[in-house]
């Protein structure tokens, strides 16, 4: 009568005691479970346990390790996450917001900032029926300052990876925006042939349609003279808009003509290089043909 209850009372002890060694062992050291549930396997339960306790001493050993294998799994994978250096829920998320370039960045403030100065520079160059200094003073200063910001804006834009779709868009809208608007005020008010307005304007238009033609072969890259051209045609255009007299105004228009000349020059090497590419792209995709009919 009383070995059995002494069994028995052993077991549940034992049950008991290796229920808390568990949850001891998985509070203290996660990483140790394993080797508990062991050990405790290995003694078949609790010391103290007579003849008639093994099953009962084994099953609450099993209970126990049960029990502490149901209460890690959290703590096992929370560690499991840190330790192969993945970022905790919604990091990725964070980091892609901050990777990417907010629109109203500091490139893209410069470009707005551009195509606001168009009509403000209209009409500025129109005030008083075109021809007050004054007034041609302020248009100078309202394109010089685009002129300008379209020297900083694409660099800021790299350097500071702060490349946006909007900016891919905006950007070329905004330059020829303020060189047209230029010219042909220009033209309108007889100070400048209309002649070179069009050379001008059509070949910016022209190497635009260009490159959508070919761009299935390729990108045309930019032309070797292409900044070369950007910047003389801003100083003989300013210096237009200015009411210069004197040796001042042959000056400007000598500039003037060397960015006609400039003009003409890079427009053809852009013909250049889209036939070249058109070519090459074409010889590439026979030779695949080919290929994969042989």
Known sequence: MTGVP?????????????????AAASTAAPGKVAGTAAARSADGGAPGAGPGAPS???????AGAAASDEAVPGEDAGLDAQ????????????????????????ANLLTMLRLVLVPAFVALMLADGGYDPAWRSLAWAAFAI??????????LARTYNLVTDFGKIADPIADK??????????????????W???????????????????IRYGVIPAS?????????????????????????ATLRWWVMAA????????????????????????????????????
């Open 6 to 22: 002494a069994s028995a009372a052993g077991g549940s002890s034992g049950a008991r005691r290796a229920a808390g060694a568990a």
């Open 56 to 62: 009962g001493g084994r099953h609450g050993g099993t």
């Open 83 to 106: 330790d192969d250096g993945k970022p905790p829920r919604g990091a990725k998320i964070a980091a892609a917001a901050v990777n990417q370039a907010s629109v109203w960045n500091i």
């Open 146 to 155: 685009a002129m300008i910001t379209d020297l900083f804006d694409g660099h």
């Open 177 to 194: 925006a303020i060189m047209g608007a230029a010219l042909i005020c220009l033209s309108a008010l007889g100070d400048l042939p209309w």
């Open 196 to 214: 070179v307005t069009g050379i001008i304007l059509g070949r910016e238009l022209g190497v635009t349609l260009l490159r959508f033609l070919v």
């Open 224 to 248: 070797r003279g292409g900044k070369l051209k950007t910047l003389t045609q801003g100083v003989a255009v300013g210096m237009y808009v200015l009411a210069l007299t004197g040796w001042l």
């Open 259 to 294: 960015a006609v000349v400039l003009t003409v020059v890079t427009g053809l090497d852009y013909v250049k290089q889209a036939i070249v590419l058109r070519r090459q792209g074409i010889a590439e995709r026979k030779a695949a043909l080919e290929e994969k009919e042989a």
